[in-house]
């Protein structure tokens, strides 16, 4: 398949290809619109959650370890971005056999994929500017991230198993670049945590594509079956809750009122795992992981899971733990 041609006015008369000046602006704005989609802003909500994780190695960050997240952040949300703009480029062909990918700006015909790439360009040059002057702590997680991007394009998209395993990893580089800005030691059990979490999510995502577009799209799919995908999501589920529970429960990384978290984040936990797999299993609605997010149900556990942790750390010992009466 080719790209569709740029539309020719070598025949077109010179009065006639002039474009109204309320039309010029209209395209120019069609072309932002694109162009900013390209970027998928709405993802950068990774960066926003899984970086500053990192802080709760800390007690009472200050405002240069707020700034060095940021810069990290910041970092990721372009990296991450020229890495998507990348990606359509490269998988426009297949992105026009699925019903949803098809109306992406480079997969619709929208944005040439010349512009598409100058685009890419224009974000990597804008992330060399954030890594040079920004504060000088090590990227390395960043470019461990880009060189896997890079593979993941040129092949490993395509192997079954390992395909989700390396974009789950993606996250789990986040996590460790935030620790590197703060300069802390990332717990192990919290990357376990995020690293199950992060599958678990990807698997929901690949178990809709499964069945909403054929191997055409994803060769990859035809390793999977929703069966094999679902068993997948529980090991992921079990797993997560697990590596999370003993984070909050180590010693060296565990808040005021360790016991009291851990009792109130069974519950919310177990709950919110199981509401996402009833939208991914019962509705068939894992396509977009960072829509399901947005889910009320799920937002509203989330939210008072904080709540209640927030409050519980606040609060003094007498509180919660009465001495006992003469």
């Known amino acids: 398949m080719t ?24 395209q120019v704005g069609a072309l932002l619109s694109d162009l900013v989609r390209l970027a998928r802003p709405t993802h950068w909500v990774k960066n926003l959650v899984v970086i500053p994780l990192a802080l709760l190695s800390l007690a009472g960050p200050t405002a240069a370890e707020l700034a060095r997240l940021g810069w990290a952040v910041l970092a990721f949300c372009l990296a ?59 990227w390395w997680p960043l470019l461990v991230y880009l060189g896997l991007n890079i593979a993941y394009s040129r092949g490993l998209k395509q192997v079954p198993l390992l395909d989700m395993f390396v974009v789950a990893a993606g996250f789990g580089l986040r996590l460790i670049q935030g620790h ?18 992060c599958l678990l999510l990807i698997l929901g995502k690949r178990r809709h594509e499964v069945g909403a577009a054929g191997t055409s799209h994803r060769p990859s799919l035809a ?54 797999l009833q939208l991914v299993v019962v509705r068939s609605d894992g396509g977009d992981p960072v829509r399901l997010l947005r889910d009320p149900v799920i937002l509203v556990t989330a939210l008072l899971w904080i709540a209640a942790v927030a409050t519980i750390v606040t609060l003094p010992e007498p509180a919660l733990a009465a001495p006992p009466s003469p």
């Open 223 to 276: 390793g999977y079956s929703p069966q094999f995908l679902e068993y997948l999501m529980i090991l992921c589920g079990a797993v997560t809750v697990t590596a999370g529970l003993l984070y909050l429960s180590d010693a060296s990384a565990a808040p005021p009122h360790a016991d009291a978290v851990l009792l109130l984040s069974v519950p919310l936990a177990i709950f919110g795992l199981a509401r996402y």
């Open 3 to 26: 790209d569709p041609p740029l539309p020719s006015t070598a025949s077109t008369p010179p009065l006639m290809s002039r474009t109204p000046p309320a039309g010029r602006w209209r």
């Open 80 to 138: 991450s971005s020229a890495v998507y703009v990348w990606n359509d480029i490269a998988d426009r062909h297949r992105d026009r056999a699925h019903p949803v990918k098809r109306h992406r700006p480079v997969a619709a015909g929208r944005v040439h994929p010349f512009a598409a790439g100058g685009f890419a360009v224009t974000l990597t040059a804008a992330l060399l500017l954030v890594m040079l002057l920004g504060p000088s702590f090590g």
């Open 180 to 197: 590197v800005a703060v300069d802390t030691t990332a717990s192990s059990w919290l990357l376990i945590a995020v690293f199950a979490i």
